[in-house]
């Protein structure tokens, strides 16, 4: 909102102000203005939850008071449009370099240092190692890229932050990784920060290639539990770093209401390809990537859904899935479903889906819901109602239907993906909302 | 004779002879010297913390002298749908109808939501000679 008001100061030099509620109020004139935006914009504060609320709600709040100031809303509204500026609103230029950050911290106990990174929300609250001058170094021979390279620059609610090979060694360390597990880091790295939203996002991470094996990363029973090392360290190394490089706190700019416990290690597990029944290709080689390579792919979504699928032959296991997955948002038409060998045998074998492409596309053409439940989907509401205003299809007709009517909102059967893990033990699967991105090449980090 | 006492009488420690293995267990081995821990126990760390690139400053345009005769834009950036921000616009609409004479004010829904941007929509108020814009409404 902030670089909305901003854009209408600069481009049409008139003065702007933004309407919001008062932690989004907070965000803005606090973070994001410190970081990215720059421009002290004005706000008047409404009450929250403003969306979702019987129109004589929002309408009452006109004649309500502005949040920030008590004052009636609309002298609220007056005054932000016609009170002088203040010396700081006049303020224009490049601001002083915020305090260089110490490649080192001061020495300290291990107690204090323990705590000090906890109350700079450095951590995930677990203990971890703390990353030592000789441990970073240690750390640092599993990749032949120098220290100082950039890998990415975290940017998500400013600050730019440049996330170095150092730097994530350093999270690395923390998480209590091996110089081994660093090339897989390093790709991941490439990915940070994880989802960082009011809607409370989840990420999932999928090692694919032999680096699997090499490592030990567990693709069969118990992949994504609490069982095995890569697979935990190399997950919470994506909190941490997503966390220091993305400088992210708690109420400070990382406003997940609800908060998503799948944080804490990003469903981080390999594929069973070994278990692939023939004809399905492992997740990336799906995406164009050699079956040698080794490749990290990262998704982004909020929940998943399990059940037990083989019992009834009666109503099979795609059929479940597909009703489960009308749960879903279907926001970019994404759905990723992870299931045990197994269940894909089943689809193989018994069902005829000679392939995970095929799979995907039975779930795009049968997957459905009522247009009331695809429009009263607040992510949905937020991107695919300006698709729907903008005249674009499928969204501008499904926005004119009853709210009985059925639609197929999974119109893109490339995103949906089908994951094979697990170690046969029982006729398992997820169904997620994940969105998949492109694949990241392990080997480049080596 | 209680046998932890007779233990220690013979000088011996009943750990040795404890049926757990967590009595018996031997003093843990000296850590490795790390370079990063000084003689006086303390350690020196890494900083995992990355500086931010502070946002540069741009000053607020001046503020109208008032509102009468003003042509406002009203923003609306479809946070979770259109509907809300369009009610309370409206409410806004009627209100300053009533308190300002010769007021103006138009209601755009933008194409991309709130993430994307929208030249038509600054285009327009350019050419209309927009005085002043409220965006929202977040939350």
């Known amino acids: 909102m902030g670089r909305w008001a901003k854009q209408i100061e600069m481009q049409c030099k008139i003065p702007a102000i933004g309407i919001a509620s008062s932690n989004i109020v907070h965000y803005a004139t606090g973070y994001n203005f410190k970081y990215n935006n720059g421009m002290p914009i004005r706000y008047v504060s409404v009450p929250f939850p403003f969306t979702g609320q019987p129109r004589a709600v929002d309408v009452g709040y006109v004649a309500g008071k502005d949040m920030l100031t008590g004052q009636p809303l609309m002298t609220a509204v007056i005054n932000a449009l016609t009170s002088p500026l203040t010396a700081e609103e006049k303020v224009s230029g490049t601001p002083p370099e915020e305090a260089v950050e110490p490649r080192f911290l001061p020495a300290d106990s291990e107690e204090n240092l323990r705590r000090m990174f906890d109350d700079k929300e450095w951590t995930d609250f677990n203990s971890i190692i703390l990353p030592t001058e000789k441990r970073v170094i240690e750390m640092l021979k599993g990749t032949s890229h120098k220290p100082d390279k950039v890998v990415t620059t975290v940017n998500i609610t400013g600050g730019a932050r440049q996330l170095t090979v150092e730097k994530v060694a350093i999270n690395a360390v923390m998480a209590g990784a091996t110089p081994e597990h660093l090339p897989v880091i390093l790709a991941l790295a490439t990915q940070a920060p994880f989802g960082n939203s009011t809607s409370s996002m989840a990420n999932m991470v999928v090692i694919s290639g032999p680096i699997r094996n090499r490592l030990k990363f567990n693709c069969g029973t118990n992949a994504m539990g609490p069982y095995n090392k890569s697979n935990a360290v190399v997950g919470r190394a994506f909190t941490l770093m997503s966390k220091t490089a993305g400088d992210l706190r708690n109420n400070v700019n990382a406003w997940e209401t609800l908060g998503n416990t799948m944080q804490y290690n990003n469903m981080c597990y390999g594929e069973n390809e070994e278990a692939l029944p023939e004809g399905w290709d492992p997740l990336h080689v799906q995406m164009g990537f050699k079956p040698t390579d080794n490749v990290l792919t990262v998704g982004t979504g909020w929940s998943s859904i399990a059940s037990v699928g083989a019992s009834q032959s009666i109503y099979p296991t795609h059929f479940l899935m597909r009703d489960y997955m009308s749960s879903f948002c279907a926001s970019g038409s994404a759905a990723t479903i992870v299931m045990d060998p197994t269940v894909a045998g089943l689809l193989k074998d018994t069902h005829g889906f000679s392939t995970k492409a095929q799979l995907s596309e039975w779930f795009s053409q049968n997957v459905q819901k009522t247009a009331a439940s695809y429009w009263g989907n607040g992510v949905i509401q937020s991107t695919a109602v300006p698709l729907a205003l903008q005249g674009l299809e499928p969204y501008a007709s499904w926005r004119k239907l009853p709210d009985d009517a059925l639609i197929k909102p999974f119109t893109n059967s490339r995103a949906i993906h089908v994951v094979v893990a697990g170690g046969k033990v029982q006729t398992m699967w997820f169904v997620t909302d994940f969105g998949i991105r492109r694949g990241v090449l392990i080997d480049d980090w080596m | ?139």
């Open chain 2, 1 to 139: 004779m209680d046998r932890r006492k007779m233990l220690a009488l013979l000088g011996i420690s009943p750990a040795l002879v404890a049926d757990s293995p967590a009595y018996a267990r031997t003093a843990p081995k000296a850590v490795p010297q790390d370079s990063s821990a000084g003689g006086n126990g303390l350690i020196t760390v890494m900083n995992p913390a990355i500086p931010g690139k502070l946002a540069d400053r741009v000053p607020l345009v001046p503020p109208l002298n008032g509102l009468q005769d003003k042509l406002i834009y009203m923003i609306n950036l479809s946070w979770e749908g259109p509907d809300a921000a369009n009610y309370f616009y409206g409410a806004m609409t009627e209100w300053l109808d009533k308190h300002y004479s010769g007021i103006k004010t138009v209601v755009k829904v933008t194409a991309e939501g709130m993430f994307g941007g929208d030249p038509a929509i600054l285009k327009e108020m350019i050419a209309n000679k927009a005085d002043a814009a409220i965006v929202g409404v977040a939350g």
